[in-house]
């Protein structure tokens, strides 16, 4: 009995090339186009494609992320589906993979993929990139390991990678801990299990959060700004384990007053933060005033986090827990 994947396109370089009379890098390409150029025919495997748009990742919305989750979930649903790959432009790939990998409770496989070369460039790697997702989207070890990311051959999870390179081949990585497997000719292999996080199931995403990352001297200006501009919830971009500069402070305590969430992250590449600093705008002081600590989390994932919290719930106690246990 043949598997059947189904592959949703959303876009990306992997659906772009040269325009010669621009000389500019643009959308060009439909789903049904790109698996055209394909040099396989997937024996056993029956696809069906999706063609969600055409969309340069930057130009995402979270709208568009709950339409494609719906997408998603429908075909989950679907018996003969074993599993679901999209493409996806690779400069918001790992928000939309986190946004995917927390609202998505399901244990058939799902799986981001792209490209980082257009198809007029040499070395296209939209086709392999697919193919090897599909690889891993058929595979039985796949079951129940949440979300993926497929990239030159690597497997990563949804809630550990990141973009490291503007132009590399091997421009994704997960900083802490590696990929949690790979694609070797038609072998998958995982290395190591995904770590299990507690999904936010809500239809609803606030979207009135910002990100904002710590520099020497910056003032609270912008933590105040995003206040009055009636943002329910702010993230932060702590240097090292979680401190801002003193002159932040007071922007910080308030944002906390007029009921705002804060939650602070690291702008390093790897680690967690950890209230362990007792200087003004030290990790210490930041947790005595009631700033929630984001463990490992980048800042954009942190934001699309707090987006799911908020959406789900508005009780500090209950959105500190869903940052500092195991979600």
Do not use: W
Not at 71 to 86: A, M, Q, R
Not at 294 to 313: H, V
Request: glycine residues 10%; proline residues 2%; neutral net charge.
């Amino acid at each position: 009995m043949s598997k059947k994947v189904a592959i949703i396109y959303t876009g990306g370089t992997i659906a772009m090339a040269m325009n010669k009379d621009t000389k500019s890098v643009v959308p060009t390409l439909t789903g049904h186009e790109i698996m055209g150029l394909f040099n396989a025919n997937f024996e056993g495997v029956e696809i069906e494609i999706v063609e969600f748009g055409n969309y340069p990742s930057p130009h995402l919305t979270i709208d568009l992320l709950k339409k494609l989750r719906n997408v998603i979930l429908n075909l989950l649903s679907s018996n003969d589906i074993c599993g679901v790959v999209i493409t996806h432009g690779t400069d918001t790939l790992e928000e939309s993979a986190y946004f995917l990998d927390l609202t998505i409770d399901s244990s058939k496989p799902v799986i981001l993929t792209g490209a980082i070369r257009n198809a007029s460039e040499d070395g296209y790697d939209g086709i392999n990139n697919v193919k090897a997702s599909i690889k891993v989207a058929i595979d039985e070890k796949s079951i129940n390991k949440g979300v993926l990311v497929v990239f030159n051959n690597k497997i990563f999870a949804a809630s550990e990678v990141v973009k490291i390179s503007t132009s590399s081949l091997d421009a994704f990585c997960s900083p802490m801990l590696g990929p949690v497997g790979i694609v070797d000719t038609d072998k998958v292999i995982f290395y190591r299990n995904t770590i299990e996080q507690k999904k936010i199931l809500t239809d609803a995403m606030e979207e009135k959060v910002s990100l904002l990352k710590t520099v020497i001297g910056m003032d609270d200006k912008l933590i105040k700004f995003c206040v009055d501009s009636g943002d329910k919830g702010i993230i932060i971009e702590g240097t090292g384990r979680g401190n801002v500069t003193p002159k932040m402070v007071d922007g910080i305590k308030y944002a906390l007053a007029n009921n705002v969430i804060i939650v602070i992250v690291s702008r390093c590449m790897s680690g967690r933060v950890l209230d362990i600093y007792g200087y003004k705008g030290g990790g210490k002081e930041l947790a005595s005033i009631g700033v929630i600590f984001g463990e490992n989390l980048t800042g954009p994932k942190a934001r699309i986090k707090l987006m799911a919290c908020l959406g789900y719930t508005n009780d500090y106690e209950k959105i500190k827990e869903m940052f500092q246990s195991e979600y």
